[in-house]
């Protein structure tokens, strides 16, 4: 197997972009990501695109071949080009698929996108089609939606461990805080506790401000073999691992209500493939779709003991500047949430960083970098570490 | 959801209906037709659950999926049988008195529709147990 190198990253803007298609979008993504590496569109080998629902969104499926013939792989090049799908971490598996076709020499150049166009239908419609990532038959046929089932482990974690609405909220607000510093976040605003507790109750103990909005967006990144990678840039960004874990589709069948297993299970793998652990670790990006969402994340991660993600999120451990930076770009609540583009959202953030051009977000020193992708309530998680050393 | 997607669980909807692995012991309800520990080396039988069981979390829907709007709020709980597996559904009744180690038994009732003309789905729900 070979080592695998980010070489070149674009996000576009994150947001209700009314007036942008999905084509547009991921073309804008994938040519800023290539002009960015230096290579060219002939150079490609491979082209993985995550997306979770264009089928429910924009009534599009073959999303791979529609992304490779806008973006002019197609009818000339004919560049070989998949759709991940796996919910909300369709992104990350793209990402990991991406890192395979050139760890095991299939490829040497290759493009690893996500994208979502989500606000071309009306809020329920989106709301239902995101709901199709947990287990129709036996939750939604009861009346669950996303957030109910992320309610249901808030709840139990504030039963269990004495978390507070008001640390649900210091999430928000923290992310808020570094979107403002984000040039693509859908949400530049900063944010209060009370604001948070004062919003409009959609699944009790979550506010709306507790959720992540829908949004429209696409990221891109380019691959390639560690050994080349210094004859493209200067500042390469190494994958020192990539994992991915499962778990039972429905919240109910779980071991704990209030442990991501597969987030575990896929860290743990992580951390193993880099032979690090989290104190190795500078900063990460998490999958807070839903506040509680982030404080089970960095406890099931090993950045917080079980139970005590709150407290170290009131604390102030989380936000930049404190011991362990959690979604600097904003995180899925304040940048935005394209389902399928997520996942390489965060791996475009953590190159950010590693190369020190975040600006009025920048983690000073950063070195090493993790990212965290769920998909559904937890039944898909991917796991990548990515470093300024090989 | 499409009507033969809904009618091929009808039984298992009604009459909570699920599986039993005779190899290993483990009771499934939604019913599997795999045993998750013995895998194709179980031994899988239908099995009629008594339906008794307690909460394990819940949260209040406000705002609702498609086909439950005209239900909210309500209370959608995590119910742990009492035979050892684990579903999802609603708390029929005031969904501010339910709490975490509720006794729930189950009760037949309307789950949704599809729009105003569609199809009405029923199903179970849960109502508190207390004699």
């Known amino acids: 197997m070979r080592d695998v190198a980010i070489i070149g990253v674009k996000n576009t803007k994150y947001g209700e972009l009314w007036n942008r298609s999905l084509r547009q979008l991921v073309v804008e993504a994938g040519i800023g990501a290539i002009e960015d590496a230096g290579v060219s569109g002939k150079d490609i080998d491979a082209l993985y695109v995550g997306n979770m629902s264009g089928g429910r969104f924009i009534e599009q499926e073959h999303i791979g071949a529609l992304i490779a013939d806008y973006s002019g792989l197609s009818k000339n090049l004919h560049v070989p080009a998949t759709r991940v799908e796996a919910a909300c971490a369709s992104g990350g598996l793209a990402l990991r698929q991406g890192i395979m076709n050139v760890a095991s020499g299939y490829g040497d150049i290759v493009v690893a996108a996500g994208a979502e166009k989500m606000t071309d239908i009306c809020s329920s419609e989106a709301s239902s089609a995101l709901a199709a990532a947990a287990d129709r038959e036996w939750e939604g046929m009861a009346g669950a939606t996303f957030p109910g089932l992320y309610a249901m482990i808030a709840t139990l974690h504030m039963h269990k461990y004495g978390t507070t609405s008001e640390q649900l909220a210091e999430v928000a607000v923290k992310n808020h805080r570094n979107g403002a510093h984000n040039p693509i976040a859908q949400y530049k605003n900063q944010i209060t506790v009370e604001q948070v507790l004062n919003s409009v109750m959609v699944a009790d103990p979550l506010h709306i401000f507790d959720c992540s909005p829908i949004t429209d967006g696409a990221s891109a990144l380019v691959l390639v073999p560690a050994e080349e990678a210094h004859k493209y840039t200067d500042t390469p960004i190494y994958i020192r691992a990539t994992a991915q874990a499962s778990d039972t589709i429905a919240l109910h069948d779980r071991r704990d209500i209030t442990t991501l297993d597969a987030t575990v299970v896929a860290g743990k793998r992580a951390y193993e493939m880099a032979k690090m652990g989290p104190e190795d670790i500078d900063l990460v990006e998490v999958h807070d779709c839903f506040t509680i969402a982030e404080l089970c994340a960095i406890e099931d991660l090993g950045f917080a003991e079980k139970g005590k993600g709150g407290i170290v999120t009131a604390e102030g451990e989380t936000a930049i500047g404190g011991r362990i930076p959690v979604n600097t770009s904003g995180g899925l609540k304040a940048c935005g949430h394209p389902v399928g583009a997520t996942g390489i959202k965060q791996a475009v953030e953590i190159v950010t960083q590693l190369r020190g051009e975040a600006g009025g977000r920048q983690v000073d020193g950063a070195e090493c970098g993790m990212t965290h992708n769920v998909g559904g309530s937890g039944a898909t998680a991917a796991v990548h570490i990515l470093s300024r050393d090989r | ?131």
Request: hydrophobic share 30%; charged share 25%.
């Open chain 2, 1 to 131: 959801m499409s009507v033969p997607r809904f009618w091929r669980s009808l039984g298992s909807r009604y009459n909570l209906e699920g599986t039993h692995c005779t190899e290993c012991g483990e009771y499934y309800y939604p019913p599997r037709d795999t045993c998750v520990n013995c895998r194709r080396l179980g031994k899988i039988e239908s099995y009629k659950f008594k339906g008794t069981g307690e909460i394990i979390t819940y949260t209040i829907i406000h705002t609702a999926a498609e086909g439950f709007e005209e239900q909210t709020p309500y209370a959608l709980a995590i119910i742990k049988l009492d035979e050892g597996p684990s579903l999802t559904a609603q708390i029929v009744g005031n969904p501010k008195e339910v709490y975490i180690g509720m006794r729930v038994k189950p009760v037949f009732r309307k789950l949704g529709e599809d729009g105003e003309r569609g199809m009405i789905y029923y199903g179970t729900k849960f109502v508190p147990a207390e004699a």
